[in-house]
C-alpha cells in the first residue's frame, strides 16, 4: 500500500475489543515512533507503555480509555527542550505529534486502531504515574483493535476540506 492510502485509512478509533496487542506489534509501533524526526535530533519523548488493567483505571481518571488494552502516555523531556529565539516556541509539542503520527499510521498498517489525546489532566497523569516534573506529559495514544471496524478511506472527499481552501501559494491569501 502506498503512504496516501495508509494515511487515508488511518482513522480515530473509540471503541476497542478486549484483544491485546502483541509484544512484536507494539515494538512495531513503537520502533515507528522512535524513528521519527525530531526538532535538532534532540528526540525529547518519554512513552509510559500501560497495558495493565489497574494502570488503565489510573489513565481513566484522566481521560476516557475507550475499553483500550494499551495506552500510550507520550511525554516530552523538557531539560533539553529546543526554544526558538524569536518567540519562545519549544518544540516539543511538534516532536511529540510527529512521533505519535508516525505511531498512529504504524498501527494501521497492523489493523490496530488508535486515537490521539490531547485533552486530558496532565496533573492526575503525572500523579498516578510518578511522572517527574522535568518531563511533560504531552499525549495519549490510546490503541487497540476497533470494536466496529475502521471508517472508510472514501470520507475523506466529504469530510476534509479541499486543497484550494487550506494551501496558498508564495503569501497567505485569507479571507
Do not use: W
Not at 81 to 96: E, Q, T, V, Y
Not at 139 to 149: C, D, R, V
Amino acid at each position: 500500500m502506498d503512504f496516501l492510502e495508509l494515511a487515508k485509512q488511518r482513522c480515530t478509533t473509540r471503541g476497542f475489543t478486549t484483544q491485546k496487542i502483541s509484544k512484536p506489534d507494539l515494538e512495531h509501533i513503537l520502533s515507528a515512533g522512535r524513528v521519527a524526526p525530531t526538532a535538532c535530533n534532540r528526540q525529547p519523548q518519554k512513552i509510559v507503555v500501560v497495558q495493565q488493567s489497574e494502570n488503565i483505571t489510573k489513565v481513566q481518571k484522566a481521560y476516557n480509555t475507550f475499553g483500550s488494552q494499551c495506552v500510550l502516555i507520550v511525554c516530552q523531556d523538557k531539560r533539553n527542550a529546543l526554544i526558538r529565539p524569536f518567540d519562545g516556541k519549544c518544540s516539543g509539542d511538534l516532536d511529540i505529534g510527529i512521533i505519535c503520527d508516525h505511531m498512529m499510521l504504524a498501527a494501521r498498517e497492523l489493523n490496530i486502531g488508535s486515537v490521539m489525546v490531547g485533552l486530558f489532566d496532565p496533573n492526575i497523569i503525572r500523579r498516578e504515574f510518578e511522572i517527574p516534573e522535568y518531563i511533560e506529559p504531552t499525549a495519549l495514544l490510546i490503541m487497540g483493535y476497533p470494536e466496529k471496524g475502521f471508517l472508510s478511506p472514501e470520507r475523506h472527499s466529504t469530510e476534509r476540506k479541499p486543497l484550494t481552501d487550506t494551501v496558498m501559494y508564495e503569501k497567505c491569501s485569507v479571507e
